[in-house]
């Protein structure tokens, strides 16, 4: 089992950054894809980005809407961060980190069912 905790949400004026940490309770961290989402008051969860399990060598995604902005990584201290740049009034939203069980490396699938376990979501609020 996998708990997960997100931080680092907050207000932000767009065009500013923020930084994202998703901290993972558990064994076995690196059979995990781990992936972030986020939902918007009035919409379905959508993906942001995920990044595959494995050792040391990693493969990420992203949507469309945040490629070249975001950027998802991971460390052996079961960490996950999520770089937001260049933040727009559309990126609010509350973000949940996610982890797939993956021990076979498959790597990430942007689909929020595909996910066994979820953070509570950290709010992030970008004023125009």
């Known amino acids: 089992q996998v708990q997960l905790v997100e931080s680092g949400g907050g207000l932000v004026q767009a065009g500013g950054s923020l930084r994202l940490s998703c901290t993972a309770s558990?064994?076995?961290?690196?059979?995990?894809?781990m992936g972030w989402f986020r939902q918007a008051p009035g919409k379905e969860r959508e993906f942001v980005a995920g990044i595959s399990s494995g050792r040391t060598v990693y493969a990420d995604s992203y949507a469309d809407s945040v490629k070249g902005r975001f950027a998802i990584s991971r460390d052996n201290n079961k960490m996950v961060y999520l770089q937001m740049n260049s933040l727009k009034p559309e990126d609010t939203a509350v973000y949940y980190c996610?982890?797939?069980?993956?021990?076979?490396?498959?790597?990430?699938?942007?689909?929020?069912?595909?996910?066994?376990?979820w953070g509570q979501g950290t709010q992030v609020t970008v004023s125009s």
């Open positions: 558990g064994r076995a961290f690196s059979s995990y894809t």
């Open positions: 996610a982890a797939d069980f993956d021990p076979f490396y498959r790597g990430v699938i942007p689909d929020s069912s595909e996910y066994d376990y």
